[in-house]
DNA sequence: TTGCTCCTCACGTCACGTGAGGTGGC
DNA sequence: TTGCTCCTCACGTCACGTGAGGTGGC
């Protein structure tokens, strides 16, 4: 009935089918502080919301993907809390030249994220030539065999 | 001292470094039918040949790359065991009807692979598209801070 | 002979999977 | 009330990692 904080809510079910992982590596991550112990139902039964939908599918994003380890997730997480921060009211009691900062490291990250996705782009193109070289040769084979085959 | 068969051998050591792994996934790959127990020396070492080198890289760039499990990997294998007997002596007793089929077999396996990489490239562009986009207004933060930083 | 690399167990670890037994209703 | 989904242990599994103790020399 509050009309401003109408936020939707989602449980664990939901959130692992909108990010394709089960519950259990949910639970999993959460152990590890990668999810962060939210809010519980009185039940114990645990609430996200959209931005946890959000953050969830960039780490399996970066997990499938990119091939980051689990550790490595916790590491970049430890470093883009300050990112995080400044869209709290941690950000209110900031300098500017604080800000400045923080707005720097994230660049910083999300530019080595964006080599890493070039590295695998230019390694899936190699494969990609690869891959189409051989069926060239392999439908050459294939005519070969069929002219003989139909021997006109 | 043969003149015809002089093919360079590689120990397990050397098969690891070039495929950019360890030893002891090279022993689990046998254990899985993965890899077939080949040659060994007197002192029961293993030797390895061009083509080990070439499977391997393989394997491993279908698991890295596409994500396949190891059990994925063993049924790709069976599958492409019809694709390797056609360089064998095998092939030589066998009816161009049976090799048609053959490679029909082959074509199909890799056409799919194509498919798996064409789908990854997919996905990695659009998290490239995502990261770029998070960059440019991560760099107008930047700025808007630096002129009040600055402020002439 | 002395390193270096290899060998075979065999237990440890990472990232979850899979019940068992029980409670709650975003 | 009856399902359905959730909860917390806790053991199992996949794909290797990491010694221990020993032998060989592509």
Do not use: C, N, P
């Given at each position: 009935l509050s009309t401003v904080t109408e936020e939707r809510r989602y449980r664990i079910g939901g959130l692992a089918e909108r990010a394709g992982v089960t519950a259990r590596t949910i639970r999993y991550y959460e152990e590890l502080g990668l999810l962060g112990k939210g809010e519980r139902t009185k039940g114990a039964q645990r609430l996200y919301s959209e931005s946890d939908v959000a953050r969830l599918q960039e780490l399996i994003r970066l997990?499938?993907?990119?091939?980051?380890?689990?550790?490595?997730?916790?590491?970049?997480?430890?470093?883009?809390?300050?990112?995080?921060?400044?869209?709290?009211?941690?950000?209110?009691?900031?300098t500017d030249d604080e800000r400045a900062e923080i707005v720097?490291?994230?660049?910083?990250?999300?530019?080595?994220?964006?080599?890493?996705?070039?590295?695998?782009?230019?390694?899936?193109a190699q494969f990609?030539?690869?891959?189409?070289?051989?069926?060239?040769?392999?439908?050459?084979?294939?005519?070969?065999?069929?002219?003989?085959?139909?021997?006109?």
């Amino acid at each position: 009935l509050s009309t401003v904080t109408e936020e939707r809510r989602y449980r664990i079910g939901g959130l692992a089918e909108r990010a394709g992982v089960t519950a259990r590596t949910i639970r999993y991550y959460e152990e590890l502080g990668l999810l962060g112990k939210g809010e519980r139902t009185k039940g114990a039964q645990r609430l996200y919301s959209e931005s946890d939908v959000a953050r969830l599918q960039e780490l399996i994003r970066l997990r499938d993907l990119l091939g980051l380890t689990l550790d490595e997730l916790v590491e970049l997480a430890d470093a883009e809390e300050a990112r995080a921060a400044l869209r709290g009211q941690w950000a209110d009691s900031a300098t500017d030249d604080e800000r400045a900062e923080i707005v720097d490291a994230a660049i910083s990250i999300a530019e080595r994220q964006l080599e890493l996705v070039h590295a695998r782009k230019q390694r899936l193109a190699q494969f990609a030539d690869e891959l189409t070289e051989k069926l060239g040769s392999m439908h050459e084979r294939k005519a070969e065999l069929d002219e003989r085959r139909g021997g006109t």
